[in-house]
């Protein structure tokens, strides 16, 4: 056995003998000579052997060499080659710096630039900006699990998604502020919102392949428009290559919810896009011969329905690279699914109701863009910039109701959904002086468009196994329809001048704005024909065989109205550079004009026709300090406001059972002072360790409350006082050679004060109501915030071999979602856990890309409930219960699972 062991240690030995002496291992970086930037992905090639490795996501390789003297050859796009030759074994480390490839056009040396859609030209911008922001690259969302921006803006610190009812992201909240508080950019432009009340852009409408990076800046400077408390988003939309590039891809995808159940839709073709009295015009005598019921028929498919995605873009630069052109489309069409339970109370026996719903839905998403630049010469340029977002919602929604042993009714809703957003801008950039004078100017046009026609609720009694349309109000048919249209004009003008050993940038601006809404809202309701109940089996097996009439028509709903708003803002701000320090301070004045116009008045004293009008004048600070090459410190300050959205300015009022909500045309805007700190070290150029708090003091906060006016108490839009947010936001990039992590964590607090209602014993024994209703402070956050907000993303990029792997954890912790009347009846959102992962292998000889995506991997349950402190539970002691509310809603939504391929030329 002894000698086993003796023979086996000298193997061991001589073995380790012969191979240190036949190989030697040869590590370092590959950097930018000018900005001394890692280069990820650089190709080092042994010349004699035509073997070689690249630079990992640290910039760094590592390459054995068994013969000497060697070539290696250093090779990046955008880059001069470089060879040197390694005479021994004695030469181990080497860091070499690479010259980026320089173009001669008219005279002018232009220099290739810094790549923007990588993790390097994100890290370039954060690092550079005056102002606090966080920048996500294209080439981080292309290998991400996210299809839409709203799901890659999920990602960044500070973020809480408001989710669509099939799971995906569709708004953002920034800081703990709600969607109203920010505003969104496509390459710097505001674009106009589908949405039938207020200003917020739906996220999940923009495919994320289309972007060349994600903005998300979080103190505004004087030369970027007011309105945004929050913050911005900014989509920086694919540029012209300098060389010829075309990318196509196609996938299919499934989602886990129809692995047990069956698809339901409908022919949403069939509908009516106008209602009657759309078509005919108003107070038309309609009945049921003016009504289509081919949309109607609900059918099931048994078969897993997949959907299917594809790709395109092509760019490049042509007449002497003077101008550029990038096109590019993208479409997908996908099912989605949940399963949802909602609990209710049944009358003054406080029995528990639950109603379980199924959604099937069929979404269509469509998105093009198509930019021009001409280089007219080395002085000026011109920039054509056009996209078209379109975006369809098909969905049934079937809801059974009733007692968890009894059930006794089911609803069925059948929408389609139908959302677009055009913009076009044209831009022009000017160099006067030898680049002491510039002048750029922007002519902008945006129109959204949202239309929901024929939007049906079938309802129906169920006694056993017997389903009957029998009650009145057996159907109800909407149609739904808003634009709005956007005209904008930008112009600024920037003006370098050196005092001493002072850099100074002078600059000026005005914004026009004037935009146009319309909103028109009709409804029909319908009764069965025949007072005898009509069964599933016997008188009808679809929906559009039930017979019906026409039994009312709403056209005096205040959603049919008119809005306008014209801003007129100007600013002037000075940017001061030394050489550590960076100031820039700025004023900005907006003035404001919003306006309304019923076209169907309420009568009384409601005006038909109002308007506001005000001045804001908003100053801001920023300054960077650069504490070494890698290490910034800055700080902000910021005013900025947020107007009323359109709706809540109307003077329009519903009756509900117990109260009554009403517009509010006296509403505030709100104004807000910012404060931003953040500490900033970038130890490689793709890596980034950041901790920054903010604070806003937030005066005339709007969200909804009781509050009494001359009509008595109402439930309304109101300045509900002062309120206070505060936070902590901390982001950590690093790579080690193939692997990488991505974390960031925010805590985000508030406080704000709403009167509320309170029912409590009559303190008056005698009195005929033993119970009665007084007003009462509730102290709170913020609607829609989230205090704990968590993101950690493990990445794995072996480039040498073409695999890319990512695996991306979210945590969203409790959030308020419903603000109710009553004292201590809000409705919370449990914290919510999310699991995405992808995948891809490139093989570079024939340019194919396989990659696989999969989201919402735990199929985490969203969970509604009241709040634990309600006053009115106390008689539900046997309800279901959540952190000690009691539930309100349990949504599962399944996992969705994408496969496909990328062809890359």
């Not at 060879?83 to 056009?105: D, F, G, Y």
């Not at 008119?562 to 907006?590: C, F, H, P, V, W």
């Amino acid at each position: 056995m002894k000698r086993y062991f003796t023979l086996f240690f000298i193997f061991i030995f001589s073995t380790n003998v012969v191979f240190s002496a036949t190989f030697s291992t040869i590590k370092g970086t590959v950097k930018d000579a000018q900005t001394k930037e890692e280069l990820i992905g650089a190709s080092i090639w042994i010349k004699e052997q035509k073997t070689g490795t690249v630079t990992g996501l640290d910039g760094s390789f590592h390459l054995q060499l068994n013969q000497f003297p060697v070539t290696l050859v250093y090779s990046y796009i955008g880059y001069v080659s470089q060879e040197i030759i390694i005479e021994n074994s004695k030469q181990t480390t080497l860091n070499i710096l690479l010259m980026p490839n320089a173009q001669q056009l008219e005279g002018v040396v232009i220099r290739a630039e810094s790549v923007r859609n990588t993790d390097i030209g994100a890290r370039t911008i954060e690092r550079n900006a005056l102002n606090v922001m966080n920048v996500v690259s294209a080439r981080s969302i292309e290998i991400s699990p996210d299809m839409t921006v709203a799901n890659v803006i999920q990602r960044m610190s500070g973020v809480v998604m408001e989710r669509d009812n099939s799971g995906d992201g569709q708004y953002a909240l920034l800081r703990g502020m709600d969607k109203r508080f920010n505003y969104t950019l496509v390459n710097g432009v505001k674009i106009p919102s589908p949405d039938n009340k207020n200003r917020f852009v739906p996220l999940d409408i923009f495919p994320s392949e289309l972007l060349d990076r994600l903005e998300v800046t979080k103190a505004l400077t004087a030369d970027m428009e007011g309105d945004g408390i929050g913050g911005a988003i900014n989509m920086v939309m694919k540029d012209a290559p300098s060389d010829l590039q075309v990318t196509a891809n196609l996938s299919t995808s499934v989602n886990s919810q129809f692995f047990s159940r069956d698809f339901q839709t409908f022919n949403h073709s069939a509908i009516d896009r106008q209602s009657p009295d759309g078509k005919y015009g108003l107070g038309f005598p309609s009945d049921m011969s003016h009504f289509t019921t081919k949309n109607l028929r609900v059918t099931e498919k048994s078969s897993l329905p997949m959907g299917i995605a594809g790709g395109f873009s092509a760019g490049g630069r042509v007449f002497k690279d003077k101008l550029g052109i990038v096109v590019a489309s993208s479409y997908s069409n996908a099912y989605r699914g949940n399963t949802s339970d909602v609990y209710g109370i049944v009358g003054s026996s406080g029995s528990q109701h639950i109603t379980n719903r199924f959604f099937s839905t069929e979404q269509t998403r469509l998105g093009t863009h198509a930019k021009f630049d001409l280089r007219l010469n080395k002085n000026h340029k011109l920039m054509w910039y056009n996209a078209y977002m379109d975006f369809q919602n098909k969905q049934v929604r079937d809801a059974i109701g009733g007692s968890t042993q009894v059930r006794t009714s089911q609803t069925v809703r059948m929408r389609w959904n139908h959302q677009s957003i055009l913009t076009s801008t044209l831009k022009g950039d000017h160099h006067f002086l030898n680049n002491k004078l510039c002048f750029n100017w922007s002519l902008a046009y945006g129109r959204a468009f949202n239309e929901t026609p024929d939007n049906t609720t079938i309802r129906l009694n169920v006694m056993g196994d017997e389903v009957s349309a029998y009650a009145t109000g057996v159907a109800t048919r909407r149609w739904e329809e808003n634009s709005d249209n956007d005209k904008a004009v930008y112009a600024n003008l920037i003006y370098f001048t050196r005092i001493g050993a002072v850099n100074v940038e002078w600059s000026t601006g005005v914004v026009l704005r004037d935009k146009q809404r319309e909103s028109l809202f009709y409804e029909y309701k319908f009764r069965p024909a025949s007072s005898t109940p009509q069964l599933k089996g016997e008188d009808w097996n679809h929906f559009d065989e039930i017979k019906m009439d026409l039994e009312t028509i709403s056209l005096l709903d205040p959603l049919n109205y008119d809005a306008s708003e014209k801003i007129n803002a100007s600013y002037i701000q000075s940017k001061i550079t030394l050489s550590k320090l960076q100031m820039i301070a700025g004023l900005r004045m907006e003035h404001t004009r919003q306006g309304y116009d019923l076209r169907f008045p309420l009568g009384g004293d409601t005006k038909p026709i109002g308007f506001q009008e005000y001045y804001s004048w908003l100053p801001s600070f920023h300054t960077r300090y650069e504490l070494d090459r890698n290490t910034n410190l800055r700080f902000s300050y910021v005013k900025a406001i947020n107007r009323p959205s359109f709706f809540e300015i109307v003077p329009y009022m519903k009756e509900f059972e117990d109260y009554r909500e009403v517009g509010n045309p006296e509403l505030r805007h709100t104004v807000a002072d910012n404060f931003d700190l953040r500490y900033e070290y970038f130890p490689r150029s793709s890596e980034q360790i950041m901790v920054g708090v903010f604070y806003k003091y937030i005066k005339d906060p709007i969200e909804y409350g009781m509050a009494e006016t001359g009509r008595g108490a109402n439930y309304m839009p109101d300045n509900l006082g002062n309120a206070n947010n505060l936070g902590i936001e901390m982001d950590v990039t690093r790579y080690f050679r193939k692997f990488g992590v991505k974390a960031n964590y925010t805590f985000t607090h508030s406080r704000i004060v709403q009167p509320k209602w309170l029912e409590i014993d009559n303190p008056n024994p005698y009195a005929e109501h033993s119970r009665i209703i007084i007003g009462k402070n509730q102290y709170r956050q913020l609607f829609g915030q989230a205090a704990h907000v968590a993101n950690i993303s493990l990445l794995y990029r072996d480039m040498e071999n073409g695999w890319n792997g990512q695996i991306a954890f979210s945590y969203t912790s409790k959030r308020l979602v419903d603000i109710s009347r009553w004292y201590n009846e809000d409705i919370w959102q449990d914290g919510f856990i999310r699991l995405d992962a992808s995948i891809e292998k490139t093989f570079p000889k024939i340019r194919l890309t396989v990659f696989a995506k999969a989201s919402n991997l735990l199929n985490t349950p969203m969970y509604l409930y009241l709040d634990p402190n309600n006053p009115k539970d106390e008689r539900f002691d046997n309800y279901a219960r959540r952190k000690g509310g009691r539930i309100e809603r349990i949504e599962h939504y399944g996992v969705n699972i994408l496969i496909g391929l990328k062809y890359k030329l």
